[in-house]
C-alpha cells in the first residue's frame, strides 16, 4: 500500500500569513494527488485534483504543486475561513490512501 | 445540484451486521464510480471501497473480506453492507462520488456507526 505522510501535523499561523502544507508518497504517484479541506463537524470539500488543477470554486488562493513522491498545498494569503484540517489523498492505486491530516490553526 | 443522503448508521454489537444506503440524485448515477470513506471519532479520513461504474469494486486490506459495496442503478442509491463488526470500524461513514475516478468532488452527510456492546 502506498503510505501518505503529511507535515506539519499541526500549524499555527495568522490571517494573511502564507502557509505551506507538504505531502511525501512511499513510491511515486505520478501527480495522482488531491487535497481536501475539512472543518469540524463537516464533511470534505475537494480543493485540489491532480496535483495542482483546482477544484470547482475553490478560492485562487490555494495551489497545489509537486510529481512522483513530493507535493505541496499553499495557501497564499491565509483567510478566517481557512482555518481546518487538510488531508492529501493518492489515487494512483488501490487501495486509495489518505494522509493523516494538518490541522491549520489560529496563531 | 448532487445530492447524497447517507442512512442506516446506529448502534451495533461486535460481530453484528448492518447495511448502509446513499440515495443519490442531481446527477447520472450509474456514470460515477462510487465511493465509502470513513472518519473514526477524532481521527482522519479513511478511503474505506470503491464501486466503479461499471461494477468493479475495491475495498482496503481493513474491510475486505467482511464489506461489500453494491448499487442499485434502478434506485439510484449506493450500499455498504458491513458484517463482523468490529470497535474499531465506529466512525462516520461518508457516501462520495467524483467528476473523475479518485476524486471525491461530492460528499453526503455521513452516517455514525457505532459498534459496542
Known amino acids: 500500500d502506498i503510505q501518505m505522510t503529511q507535515s506539519p501535523s499541526t500549524l499555527s499561523a495568522s490571517v494573511g500569513d502564507r502557509v505551506t502544507i507538504t505531502c511525501r508518497a512511499s513510491?511515486?504517484?505520478?501527480?495522482?494527488l488531491a487535497w481536501y479541506q475539512q472543518k469540524p463537524g463537516k464533511a470534505p470539500k475537494l480543493l485540489i485534483y491532480k496535483a495542482s488543477n483546482l477544484g470547482s470554486g475553490v478560492p485562487s488562493r490555494f495551489s497545489g504543486s509537486g510529481s512522483g513522491t513530493e507535493f505541496t498545498l499553499t495557501i497564499s494569503s491565509l483567510q478566517p475561513d481557512d482555518f481546518a484540517t487538510y488531508y492529501c489523498q493518492q489515487y494512483d492505486s488501490y487501495p486509495w490512501t489518505f494522509g493523516q491530516g494538518t490541522k491549520v490553526e489560529i496563531k | 445540484e448532487v445530492q447524497l443522503l447517507e442512512s442506516g448508521g446506529g448502534l451495533v454489537q461486535p460481530g453484528g451486521s448492518l447495511r448502509l444506503s446513499c440515495a443519490a440524485s442531481?446527477?447520472?448515477?450509474?456514470?460515477?464510480?462510487m465511493s465509502w470513506v470513513r472518519q473514526a471519532p477524532g481521527k482522519g479520513l479513511e478511503w474505506v471501497s470503491t464501486i466503479s461504474s461499471g461494477g468493479g469494486t475495491y475495498y482496503a486490506d481493513s474491510v475486505k473480506g467482511r464489506f461489500t459495496i453494491s448499487r442499485d442503478n434502478s434506485k439510484n442509491t449506493l450500499y455498504l453492507q458491513m458484517n463482523s463488526l468490529r470497535a474499531e470500524d465506529t466512525a462516520v461513514f461518508y457516501c462520495?462520488?467524483?467528476?473523475?475516478?479518485?476524486?471525491?468532488?461530492?460528499w453526503g452527510r455521513g452516517t455514525l456507526v457505532t459498534v459496542s456492546s
Open positions: 442531481g446527477f447520472t448515477f450509474s456514470s460515477y464510480d
Open positions: 462520495a462520488t467524483g467528476e473523475r475516478s479518485g476524486n471525491f468532488d461530492y
Open positions: 513510491q511515486s504517484i505520478s501527480r495522482w
